[in-house]
Structure formats: structure tokens, C-alpha cells
């Protein structure tokens, strides 16, 4: 677990150290793409400790969600329906509230068993 | 018997190290998968971590400037710029009519000055302190026994300025409001000089009404050529030059609407 927050740690630093500048039209597909990799993360986290977790799996799903996701917004721009990544945002929203949850009852869980 | 115990145990022992391999199989890869798990959910963590410090930037940035903005905000945005606009443009259009109006105001001094300055130099001139050019007559007169008084060319004065001469010179000597015509032992003095036996007098005025008044039979042509020796002649001219006569400080009387002060 230390090393996935030192992980988020780094990549927070990397962020801050390398100012990288996002275009202003390219920020809804990003901020959804965000989403849902953190989504696909916390979904790796909950495998993980339901010890189903395949590394296949996650890069893929990984992966997926995340493009998937900008493709929607994408999508939705191109047909006039820029809401349309709400729809995303609601979807990726509730799975990581759901796997957040999940994840807190199974460490809970794992710390009254040792 | 101890042909088989031996292979009892012979198969335990593989049995057994059989089965400490494939634990210890098991463990490693189990441990493999662990590793697995951590780089891959680790590199996940990192690109999230980055992608999530990016785009806080990003929408901050934009939300700095008008990029950023919703529809809304940037139909808020306009309206208020349109607001400032239309009071700019009021200002604008307030300030130009100030102006017109100044300006308006200088061209009506500047006309009220234009016009007092040609009250001035018509009181100028009329008062003699301008000198004057303008069509009027000569009046000529010889007197060679010298038998005309001062009050004689008072007379004459008088008759030019009722026939409307506006200006009047007696030889080079401008007659003006405080003038004088005199008698002396040498002769008329008009406001000190003396005259000769011939002199002309310059009058600008409508030359056919001076004339006439001059004329006039028993008027003052008459009544002065009917003394010995004395002839007088009214020739008009159409662009007479009358000087102008010696400014005299005025110091004892006072103006009345100054009086009080």
C-alpha cells in the first residue's frame, strides 16, 4: 500500500515539477480521462485485495476506460451533445464511489482478521 | 520387508520434496503475481497522479482567463462589457456635446469680440482717434482779407456735421469733441495751429446731402462768401483720408456709471 501512495507521490512531483500546459479545448476530454484511470486504479486496489487482480486486466481496462472516456466526450461534441460527458462523469463517479467503498470495507476487513 | 519400507520412504521423501517445490512454486509466483500487481497498479498511480496535477493547472489557467468560461459566464462576461460600452459611448457622445457647445460659445465671443471691436474703432473714429478714409467733400475756402472769425468756421463745423459728415479735418488738424477753433492776432487757430488765408476743409460723409446742406441758398456757403474777398468752393470726393487727432488725457471728469464706485 506505501508504495502505490509513494507512486501517487511521484507522479503528483512529476506533474508539479514538469509544468506541462493543457490546451482549454482538450481539458473536458482530459478531466474525464482522469476519471476514469482513477476509477480503473481504485478498481485495480479492490482486486487486488479480493486477490482477483490480473495485471492484463487492469492495463487493459486501464487503458480502455481511459480513452473510452474522452472518446465519449469526444463523441458527444462531434453529435451537438456536449453533455454527453456527464453521462461519463456520472458513470465513472459512481464506480469509484462503489469501488471506494469496497475497498475501505475489505481493508477494514483484512485488519480484524490479523 | 525392508525392500519395500525403503520404497515407502523413498516415494515419501519425493513426495515430499515434491511438494515443498511446488509450495515454493507456488510462493514464487506468488510473489511474481504481487510484483505484478504493484508496478502495474504503481505506473497507473503515477500517470494518475500527473494527469490529475495537469489538468488542476490546466482549469485553473483557463478559468484565469476567458477560455475557461461557461456559456453563461462569457454572456455574462459580454453583457457587462456591453453595459460599459453604452455608458462610454453616453460619455463619449456627453463630452462632444460639451464640446460643440465650447465651441459653440468661443464662435459666439469670438463674434461678441469681432463685434466690440467694431463698436471701438467706429467709436474710435468718431471720437477722431482713428483716422478715417471714406467718400465725402472738400471744402475750399479763400480769405485772403482774413475777415473770417473762428466763430465762422464754428458755424461751418456745425453745418457739416447736421448735413451728417462723420468725420471733419481743418487743414491737417482733425476735428474731434474736445477741439477748439479760435481767434488769434496771426489768425484761426483750430486746437492751436494756425490756418492760412486758404484752407481746405475735409469732410467724409454722404457727399450730395453735404453739399446741398451747404448750399442751400442763405445757408452758410451764402452767408460766408457774402463777406469781401471770400470764396468757397464744395468739390465731393470719392476716397478722402481725414487724420487722426491727438489723443488728449481725459482727467478731471469722471463717467457717471463710475461715479458711485
Not at chain 2, 515434491?18 to 508496478?39: D, G, N, T, Y
Not at chain 2, 481725414?242 to 489723443?247: F, S, Y
Request: glycine share 10%.
Amino acid at each position: 500500500m506505501f508504495v502505490l501512495v509513494l507512486a501517487l507521490a511521484v507522479g503528483v512531483l512529476a506533474g508539479l515539477l514538469l509544468r506541462i500546459g493543457i490546451p482549454v479545448p482538450l481539458l473536458t476530454y482530459l478531466g474525464v480521462a482522469v476519471l476514469a484511470a482513477l476509477d480503473s486504479c481504485l478498481g485495480g486496489v479492490r482486486a487486488a485485495l479480493e486477490r482477483t487482480f490480473s495485471d492484463r486486466v487492469f492495463v487493459f481496462g486501464f487503458i480502455t476506460n481511459t480513452l473510452m472516456a474522452a472518446f465519449i466526450v469526444f463523441v458527444g461534441e462531434r453529435i451537438g451533445v456536449r453533455e454527453l460527458y456527464l453521462a461519463a462523469v456520472v458513470a465513472f463517479g459512481v464506480r469509484l464511489f462503489n469501488n471506494l467503498g469496497i475497498v475501505r470495507r475489505l481493508m477494514f476487513e483484512r485488519r480484524e482478521w490479523e | 520387508m525392508s525392500e519395500g519400507r525403503t520404497k515407502e520412504t523413498i516415494s515419501r521423501i519425493k513426495d515430499g520434496s515434491l511438494r515443498v517445490l511446488k509450495e515454493s512454486e507456488q510462493a514464487v509466483e506468488q510473489q511474481f503475481h504481487e510484483a505484478r500487481l504493484l508496478v502495474s497498479l504503481a505506473f497507473a498511480l503515477v500517470l494518475v497522479g500527473f494527469l490529475l496535477v495537469a489538468q488542476w493547472r490546466g482549469t485553473s489557467n483557463a478559468t484565469a482567463g476567458l477560455e475557461g468560461r461557461t456559456d453563461q459566464e462569457l454572456a455574462l462576461v459580454i453583457q457587462e462589457i456591453a453595459v460599459a460600452s453604452e455608458d462610454l459611448r453616453s460619455e463619449a457622445l456627453g463630452l462632444e456635446m460639451s464640446l460643440a457647445q465650447a465651441e459653440q460659445d468661443e464662435r459666439g465671443q469670438e463674434a461678441l469680440l469681432q463685434k466690440a471691436k467694431e463698436e471701438l474703432r467706429d467709436i474710435r473714429t468718431i471720437a477722431g482717434l482713428e483716422s478715417a478714409i471714406g467718400p465725402g467733400v472738400i471744402v475750399r475756402i479763400k480769405d485772403p482779407e482774413r475777415v473770417l472769425l473762428a466763430q465762422d468756421f464754428v458755424s461751418l463745423v456745425h453745418e457739416l456735421r447736421s448735413a451728417g459728415a462723420e468725420a471733419i479735418a481743418i487743414g491737417a488738424v482733425r476735428v474731434d469733441a474736445l477741439s477748439g477753433i479760435t481767434d488769434s492776432p496771426e489768425g484761426i487757430r483750430v486746437d492751436g495751429s494756425a490756418i492760412g488765408r486758404s484752407v481746405e476743409i475735409a469732410a467724409i460723409g454722404n457727399s450730395a446731402d453735404i453739399e446741398q446742406a451747404l448750399m442751400l441758398p442763405g445757408g452758410i456757403r451764402a452767408t460766408l462768401t457774402a463777406y469781401p474777398g471770400v470764396t468757397m468752393s464744395v468739390l465731393p470726393y470719392p476716397d478722402l483720408e481725414v487724420p487722426e487727432a491727438v489723443l488728449r488725457p481725459y482727467t478731471l471728469g469722471v463717467p457717471v456709471h463710475n461715479a458711485g464706485q
